[in-house]
């Protein structure tokens, strides 16, 4: 019998820490991360820019330099102009970084957005003007972005993304696998062809969990709220209950040829060799 092909890949999303203990909690977790040979490692950004280079770029230089394991730097649209994207990009080449992930990002209310780049679409559109070689990936939701008026219409913006030069896609967090599938086939009718990668937020603690219910747009299955309400104050059994359902969700997508799941890892290396040892069978691995 031949053997089935494995092509879906792994990959983490790391913060810049605020505080020293977060950092050397940070240098452990990348340690950690390094010998699951995910195919990268992205780094977020805040908001609105604050110390985007010292921090973001100072990260993803640790991560793709001194740890040898390729970066996706974040970028928001909102919070950049052109002069500080092209002198980015030439710092980011220099480092041998060539993966952005290009956002909109939040607009804060206290910080006035830059005018140059309204949209993602605009900031790829320029990203892949000054360096064609760059791998610019883009984000996406899978259940509508919040600000979207409708599905059609967000779908619309999505392949406006994908046509200004995206190379591939990275959905937010979900917790039903079924509202990721209608998501990819509506992709797909649209002529949406670049990989999806799908995002996932193991729930592990109770903090966390009040989190995704408050502020999360994504629809919540039965089981998945079954699961928050009957062990809330139970912390080891909340923790183990999230990872399994993080690894079913995974194991689903996998088997439905997914390109690949993102794994938010929230900093927390426990949590990411939890979902490698129980899935790794599952996924093609860089020689």
């Known amino acids: 019998m031949a053997e089935t092909t494995i092509d879906s890949t792994l990959s983490f999303e790391v913060f810049p820490p605020n505080s020293k203990v977060g950092v050397d909690k940070l240098t452990k977790t990348l340690d950690d991360l390094k010998e699951l040979h995910p195919s990268f490692i992205s780094v977020t950004c805040s908001n609105h820019n604050v110390d985007y280079e010292k921090n973001t770029i100072k990260l993803a230089k640790h991560v793709h330099n001194e740890l040898n394991l390729p970066a996706m730097v974040h970028m928001p649209a909102a919070y950049v102009n052109k002069e500080q994207v092209s002198r980015i990009l030439n710092e980011l080449e220099e480092l041998n970084i060539n993966q952005v992930l290009a956002l909109r990002g939040d607009i804060v209310d206290d ?61 937010q967090l ?32 109770r903090k966390q969990a009040l989190h995704v219910l408050e502020n999360c747009a994504a629809h919540l299955p039965k089981k998945f709220l079954s699961i928050l309400d009957k062990y809330k104050d139970n912390p080891i059994a909340l923790r183990d209950a999230g990872l399994a359902y993080a690894i079913d969700q995974i194991v689903d997508l996998v088997t439905n ?19 490698y040892k129980n899935t790794s069978s599952f996924f093609k691995f860089e020689d």
Not at 179 to 194: D, K
Not at 257 to 274: C, L, Q, R
Request: hydrophobic share 35%; glycine share 4%.
């Open 174 to 205: 979900f917790y039903d696998n079924e509202q990721f599938y209608r998501f990819q086939e509506e992709c797909s009718i649209a002529n949406i062809n670049v990989p999806i990668l799908a995002g996932i937020m193991p729930i592990i603690n």
């Open 111 to 171: 910080h006035a957005p830059e005018t140059d780049f309204k949209y993602a679409s605009d900031l790829t559109r320029f990203i892949k003007s000054q360096k064609p070689n760059f791998e610019v990936s883009g984000a996406c939701y899978p259940e509508v972005h919040p600000e979207s008026t409708n599905r059609i219409d967000d779908i619309k913006h999505l392949k406006e993304k994908v046509d200004a030069g995206c190379d591939q896609l990275i959905t």
């Open 257 to 275: 040829d997914v390109s690949g799941i993102h794994i938010y890892t929230m900093n927390d290396s426990e949590t990411a060799k939890h979902i």
